[in-house]
C-alpha cells in the first residue's frame, strides 16, 4: 500500500511544470529601491541626475533629456532661485547636487557658498558638446527621427 502510494505521488511530481527562477532584478520595495538610490555608485548617479533640454534643443536633437554635466547653460525652474540663468562649475554626485555661477548664498560672517540644485529642477539651455555627446545625441535621437517611418501621406498614396 505504502509503496503504491509513494509511486503515485512521485509520478505526479514528476509531471508538473518545473517552476522557473524569476529572471529579472527589479523590486517594487520602497526600501530597496531607496537604498539602490541612495548607495549607487557614481557611474550610475551620473544618469539619474539627469535634466530635461529646453524645447529648442529637444527639437534640434530629438532628445528630452541628458546627464548634465559641468560647462551646461541651465535655468533654475523650481525654488527660491527660480528663474536663474548660468554655466555648471560643478557636478557634486556624491552629494546629489549641481552648482551654477552666480547662483550663491552669503554666510553671516561675509563668506559665500553655492546654492546645491537639483538636477532635475533645471533646464539644459545649451550643451557642450563634445565627441562622446554628439554620439549619444546620435544615438537616441535617431529613434526620435524614425517616428514618421512607414507613414504614408496623401502624394505618396496617389
Given at each position: 500500500?505504502?509503496?503504491?502510494?509513494?509511486l503515485?505521488?512521485?509520478?505526479s511530481?514528476q509531471?508538473?511544470?518545473?517552476?522557473?527562477?524569476k529572471l529579472?532584478n527589479?523590486?517594487?520595495s520602497?526600501?530597496?529601491?531607496?537604498?539602490?538610490?541612495?548607495?549607487?555608485?557614481?557611474?550610475?548617479?551620473?544618469?539619474?541626475?539627469?535634466?530635461?533640454?529646453?524645447?529648442?534643443?529637444?527639437?534640434?536633437?530629438?532628445?528630452?533629456?541628458?546627464p548634465?554635466?559641468?560647462?551646461?547653460?541651465?535655468?533654475?525652474?523650481?525654488?527660491?532661485?527660480?528663474g536663474?540663468?548660468?554655466?555648471?562649475?560643478?557636478?557634486?554626485?556624491?552629494?546629489?547636487?549641481?552648482?551654477?555661477e552666480?547662483?550663491?548664498?552669503?554666510?553671516?560672517?561675509?563668506?559665500?557658498?553655492?546654492?546645491?540644485?537639483n538636477?532635475?529642477?533645471?533646464?539644459?539651455?545649451?550643451?557642450?558638446?563634445?565627441k562622446?555627446?554628439?554620439?549619444?545625441?546620435?544615438?537616441?535621437?535617431?529613434?526620435?527621427?524614425d517616428?514618421d517611418k512607414?507613414?504614408y501621406?496623401?502624394e505618396?498614396?496617389?
Amino acid at each position: 500500500f505504502f509503496l503504491s502510494f509513494f509511486l503515485f505521488f512521485s509520478s505526479s511530481i514528476q509531471n508538473q511544470p518545473s517552476t522557473k527562477m524569476k529572471l529579472s532584478n527589479k523590486t517594487s520595495s520602497r526600501r530597496k529601491n531607496r537604498k539602490a538610490h541612495f548607495t549607487a555608485p557614481s557611474s550610475e548617479r551620473r544618469k539619474l541626475m539627469s535634466a530635461p533640454l529646453s524645447k529648442e534643443l529637444r527639437e534640434k536633437h530629438g532628445v528630452r533629456s541628458m546627464p548634465v554635466r559641468k560647462d551646461d547653460e541651465v535655468k533654475v525652474v523650481r525654488g527660491s532661485q527660480k528663474g536663474t540663468i548660468g554655466k555648471i562649475t560643478a557636478c557634486y554626485r556624491k552629494k546629489w547636487v549641481i552648482h551654477i555661477e552666480r547662483a550663491v548664498r552669503n554666510k553671516g560672517q561675509g563668506g559665500v557658498v553655492p546654492f546645491g540644485f537639483n538636477a532635475s529642477k533645471v533646464e539644459i539651455t545649451k550643451l557642450k558638446l563634445d565627441k562622446d555627446r554628439k554620439s549619444i545625441l546620435a544615438r537616441r535621437g535617431k529613434n526620435a527621427t524614425d517616428a514618421d517611418k512607414g507613414k504614408y501621406t496623401e502624394e505618396s498614396a496617389q
